[in-house]
C-alpha cells in the first residue's frame, strides 16, 4: 500500500458519511465513498437543533460547501431549496398523558411544557426528509469529485500500519480498494468496524429502550385534538405541534415530527427489551390505543414507509477509533432520539474527523496513533456516557410532570449556553467544546447526579430547587423560572439579562444579537 487508490474510504452514504467526504474532498483528498443501497431511501433522524445548525454554518464556511448554510434554517431552506422535504421545528414540546384517559392539561400547564429553540419561523430549526436531503448531498459529493460507488457491499477489511483494503461486492461482481484512512458511518450496522473485529462495548448503556416506528399521513394536529377534548392550551411561544414533540407514557414515550407537506414522521420507545419484530404496526398500534387523544390522532393515519423496529435501540462498540481508522457517532454508539441529539453529534463528528484525518494525513513520522484521533475517540466515549445519563433521567422522571420539566432544564441550559457562547464568542475550537456540557466544569456533571437524585426518589419541590441552583451559572434562557408556566420563548433579553455570565457587557449582547439570531 506504498501508492493507496483513495486516500479515504467512507463506508456508508448517510448524511453524515457524504458530509465528510465532501469535506475532504474540497481539500483535494482522493475520497471514495460507499454505499449498500441506493438513494432515495428512507431513514429516521430527522430533527435538527441550533447546535447542528452551528455545526452546518461552521462547515459551510471552512470548506466552502454553501448548501449547508442554506439548509441551516428554516426560512433559508424554503428560499435556496425549496424541492427538498422538510418540517418546521420551532422548539420542543412535552405532554404527559395518563393511560385511558383523554388528555388533560391545565392554565398551569401541569402536563405540557413547550421550550422554544428559535424566536421566528424564518431562523428555526428543520425536521429532514431524509430522503430528500440524503440524495441531495450525494449528488452534491458526485458532483464535487467524490467517488461515489452505491450498490456495494463491504465483504471484508483489513487494517495495516498505512491504511486498509477493504474488499467489496457490486453489480459487476468482486472488487477490492485500499486507501490510506476509512471511516465506518454505516450507524448502528458498523460494517467497516464488524469487518475489522471492533466488538460490541459490554458496558454498553443504562438505557434500555425498543422502538417502533414509521411516516403517516393522515395525523391532525394534536393540539386540534386535545383541545377538541376539553385540554387547556392556551398561547405559547410557537405553535405546540411545529416541534419535536415528545408525548410521555407509562411505557415510555412517542414522538411526532411534522413535515410541511403534512406527512408525520412518529415512533413510540417502550422502556426495556422487547421483541417487536414480528408485528411493528400492531405493537404500534396497541400503545397508542391505550391513549384516547393518541388514538384519535392516528385514527385515519396512514403509514407511507415500511415499518422499523429494534427491540433494543442502544448501541455502542468498543473503540471509536484506530491508527488508520475511525467511526463516526452514530456508528459508535446511540442511545435513544429524546431531546433530538442525534444529528448535531453527527456533525460535530464530521467537524472533528475531517480535521483529524487531515492531520492523519499528512503525518510523516511513524510512532503510533495521532494525538487527535485519541483525543476524537476520548471525547465521543465522554459525549456517549453523558446522553446516556441525561435519557436515564429523563426516564426515571416522566411519570412526574414536574420533575419531567425540572429534568428537561438541564439539557436546555446546557444547549443554550453552547449556542450563545459559540455565536456570540465563536473560536476555533468550537467544535471540540463537550457535548452536553462534557467538560464544562459547571454542567459535566449535572446529568449523573440528577439521575442520582431521581433514583432516590427525591420530590418535586427539592429536585426542582435543586435544578435551579444547579444551572444558574449557566442559564441563559431564562429557563427554571416558575413564573413562565412552563412556557419559555426564546427571548433576546434572557441573554442580556445574562451578559456577565457570558463574560460581556449588556451592550456588547445587544450588538451581538444578530450574530445569535442568524439575520
Given at each position: 500500500?506504498?501508492?493507496?487508490?483513495?486516500?479515504?474510504?467512507?463506508?456508508?452514504?448517510?448524511?453524515?458519511?457524504?458530509?465528510?467526504?465532501?469535506?475532504?474532498?474540497?481539500?483535494?483528498?482522493?475520497?471514495?465513498?460507499?454505499?449498500?443501497?441506493?438513494?432515495?431511501?428512507?431513514?429516521?433522524?430527522?430533527?435538527?437543533?441550533?447546535?447542528?445548525?452551528?455545526?452546518?454554518?461552521?462547515?459551510?464556511?471552512?470548506?466552502?460547501?454553501?448548501?449547508?448554510?442554506?439548509?441551516?434554517?428554516?426560512?433559508?431552506?424554503?428560499?435556496?431549496?425549496?424541492?427538498?422535504?422538510?418540517?418546521?421545528?420551532?422548539?420542543?414540546?412535552?405532554?404527559?398523558?395518563?393511560?385511558?384517559?383523554?388528555?388533560?392539561?391545565?392554565?398551569?400547564?401541569?402536563?405540557?411544557?413547550?421550550?422554544?429553540?428559535?424566536?421566528?419561523?424564518?431562523?428555526?430549526?428543520?425536521?429532514?426528509?431524509?430522503?430528500?436531503?440524503?440524495?441531495?448531498?450525494?449528488?452534491?459529493?458526485?458532483?464535487?469529485?467524490?467517488?461515489?460507488?452505491?450498490?456495494?457491499?463491504?465483504?471484508?477489511?483489513?487494517?495495516?500500519?498505512?491504511?486498509?483494503?477493504?474488499?467489496?461486492?457490486?453489480?459487476?461482481?468482486?472488487?477490492?480498494?485500499?486507501?490510506?484512512?476509512?471511516?465506518?458511518?454505516?450507524?448502528?450496522?458498523?460494517?467497516?468496524?464488524?469487518?475489522?473485529?471492533?466488538?460490541?462495548?459490554?458496558?454498553?448503556?443504562?438505557?434500555?429502550?425498543?422502538?417502533?416506528?414509521?411516516?403517516?399521513?393522515?395525523?391532525?394536529?394534536?393540539?386540534?385534538?386535545?383541545?377538541?377534548?376539553?385540554?387547556?392550551?392556551?398561547?405559547?411561544?410557537?405553535?405546540?405541534?411545529?416541534?419535536?414533540?415528545?408525548?410521555?407514557?407509562d411505557e415510555g414515550w412517542l414522538y411526532m415530527l411534522r413535515f410541511?407537506?403534512?406527512?408525520?414522521?412518529?415512533?413510540?420507545?417502550?422502556?426495556?427489551?422487547?421483541?417487536?419484530?414480528?408485528?411493528?404496526?400492531?405493537?404500534?398500534?396497541?400503545?397508542?390505543?391505550?391513549?384516547?387523544?393518541?388514538?384519535?390522532?392516528?385514527?385515519?393515519?396512514?403509514?407511507?414507509?415500511?415499518?422499523?423496529?429494534?427491540?433494543?435501540?442502544?448501541?455502542?462498540?468498543?473503540?471509536?477509533?484506530?491508527?488508520?481508522?475511525?467511526?463516526?457517532?452514530?456508528?459508535?454508539?446511540?442511545?435513544?432520539?429524546?431531546?433530538?441529539?442525534?444529528?448535531?453529534?453527527?456533525?460535530?463528528?464530521?467537524?472533528?474527523?475531517?480535521?483529524?484525518?487531515?492531520?492523519?494525513?499528512?503525518?510523516?513520522?511513524?510512532?503510533?496513533?495521532?494525538?487527535?484521533?485519541?483525543?476524537?475517540?476520548?471525547?465521543?466515549?465522554?459525549?456517549?456516557?453523558?446522553?446516556?445519563?441525561?435519557?436515564?433521567?429523563?426516564?426515571?422522571?416522566?411519570?412526574?410532570?414536574?420533575?419531567?420539566?425540572?429534568?428537561?432544564?438541564?439539557?436546555?441550559?446546557?444547549?443554550?449556553?453552547?449556542?450563545?457562547?459559540?455565536?456570540?464568542?465563536?473560536?476555533?475550537?468550537?467544535?471540540?467544546?463537550?457535548?452536553?456540557?462534557?467538560?464544562?466544569?459547571?454542567?459535566?456533571?449535572?446529568?449523573?447526579?440528577?439521575?442520582?437524585?431521581?433514583?432516590?426518589?427525591?420530590?418535586?419541590?427539592?429536585?426542582?430547587?435543586?435544578?435551579?441552583?444547579?444551572?444558574?451559572?449557566r442559564n441563559v434562557a431564562g429557563l427554571a423560572d416558575s413564573t413562565?408556566?412552563?412556557?419559555?420563548?426564546?427571548?433576546?433579553?434572557?441573554?442580556?439579562?445574562?451578559?456577565?455570565?457570558?463574560?460581556?457587557?449588556?451592550?456588547?449582547?445587544?450588538?451581538?444579537?444578530?450574530?445569535?439570531?442568524?439575520?
Amino acid at each position: 500500500m506504498v501508492n493507496p487508490d483513495f486516500d479515504v474510504a467512507v463506508v456508508g452514504g448517510g448524511f453524515g458519511g457524504t458530509l465528510l467526504a465532501r469535506t475532504l474532498a474540497s481539500r483535494g483528498w482522493s475520497v471514495v465513498l460507499v454505499e449498500q443501497g441506493h438513494h432515495p431511501r428512507f431513514r429516521i433522524g430527522e430533527s435538527s437543533t441550533p447546535l447542528g445548525n452551528l455545526a452546518m454554518e461552521r462547515l459551510s464556511r471552512r470548506y466552502g460547501l454553501t448548501d449547508l448554510k442554506e439548509l441551516s434554517s428554516h426560512g433559508r431552506w424554503v428560499r435556496s431549496h425549496p424541492e427538498l422535504g422538510r418540517g418546521l421545528k420551532r422548539g420542543f414540546t412535552f405532554y404527559r398523558h395518563r393511560a385511558g384517559e383523554p388528555y388533560a392539561n391545565g392554565a398551569s400547564n401541569d402536563a405540557r411544557l413547550l421550550v422554544a429553540a428559535s424566536p421566528s419561523d424564518a431562523v428555526a430549526d428543520t425536521h429532514w426528509l431524509r430522503a430528500d436531503v440524503d440524495r441531495f448531498w450525494w449528488q452534491r459529493a458526485e458532483a464535487e469529485g467524490v467517488d461515489c460507488r452505491d450498490e456495494t457491499t463491504l465483504l471484508d477489511a483489513e487494517e495495516r500500519a498505512d491504511g486498509v483494503r477493504l474488499k467489496l461486492s457490486n453489480p459487476d461482481g468482486p472488487a477490492q480498494l485500499t486507501a490510506a484512512f476509512a471511516v465506518d458511518a454505516t450507524g448502528p450496522a458498523g460494517a467497516l468496524a464488524e469487518a475489522l473485529g471492533v466488538a460490541p462495548d459490554p458496558r454498553g448503556f443504562g438505557t434500555v429502550s425498543a422502538f417502533v416506528g414509521t411516516h403517516f399521513t393522515g395525523v391532525p394536529p394534536f393540539r386540534e385534538i386535545a383541545s377538541e377534548a376539553g385540554a387547556c392550551l392556551g398561547p405559547g411561544p410557537y405553535p405546540d405541534d411545529w416541534a419535536a414533540a415528545h408525548h410521555l407514557l407509562d411505557e415510555g414515550w412517542l414522538y411526532m415530527l411534522r413535515f410541511d407537506d403534512g406527512r408525520v414522521s412518529a415512533g413510540v420507545l417502550l422502556e426495556g427489551q422487547h421483541e417487536v419484530a414480528a408485528d411493528p404496526s400492531s405493537v404500534f398500534e396497541t400503545v397508542v390505543g391505550r391513549y384516547p387523544s393518541l388514538r384519535a390522532c392516528f385514527t385515519d393515519a396512514r403509514h407511507v414507509e415500511r415499518w422499523l423496529h429494534a427491540s433494543r435501540l442502544q448501541h455502542r462498540r468498543q473503540r471509536a477509533s484506530g491508527e488508520r481508522w475511525a467511526l463516526l457517532p452514530h456508528t459508535y454508539a446511540f442511545v435513544d432520539p429524546l431531546f433530538s441529539t442525534g444529528i448535531a453529534w453527527t456533525l460535530l463528528g464530521v467537524e472533528r474527523l475531517a480535521e483529524v484525518i487531515e492531520a492523519v494525513l499528512r503525518e510523516t513520522t511513524e510512532g503510533g496513533p495521532s494525538p487527535l484521533l485519541a483525543r476524537y475517540a476520548a471525547v465521543l466515549s465522554a459525549e456517549a456516557d453523558q446522553i446516556d445519563r441525561l435519557v436515564r433521567g429523563a426516564y426515571e422522571a416522566r411519570h412526574d410532570f414536574r420533575l419531567t420539566s425540572a429534568h428537561a432544564q438541564l439539557y436546555f441550559a446546557a444547549v443554550s449556553w453552547a449556542e450563545s457562547v459559540q455565536r456570540l464568542r465563536p473560536s476555533e475550537d468550537d467544535h471540540w467544546q463537550g457535548f452536553l456540557g462534557v467538560g464544562d466544569p459547571a454542567l459535566a456533571h449535572l446529568p449523573a447526579e440528577a439521575l442520582a437524585r431521581l433514583q432516590a426518589d427525591t420530590s418535586a419541590d427539592v429536585f426542582e430547587r435543586w435544578v435551579a441552583d444547579a444551572i444558574a451559572r449557566r442559564n441563559v434562557a431564562g429557563l427554571a423560572d416558575s413564573t413562565k408556566a412552563n412556557l419559555y420563548p426564546a427571548d433576546p433579553e434572557d441573554l442580556v439579562r445574562g451578559a456577565a455570565r457570558l463574560g460581556l457587557s449588556p451592550e456588547a449582547v445587544r450588538e451581538r444579537l444578530p450574530a445569535l439570531l442568524r439575520i
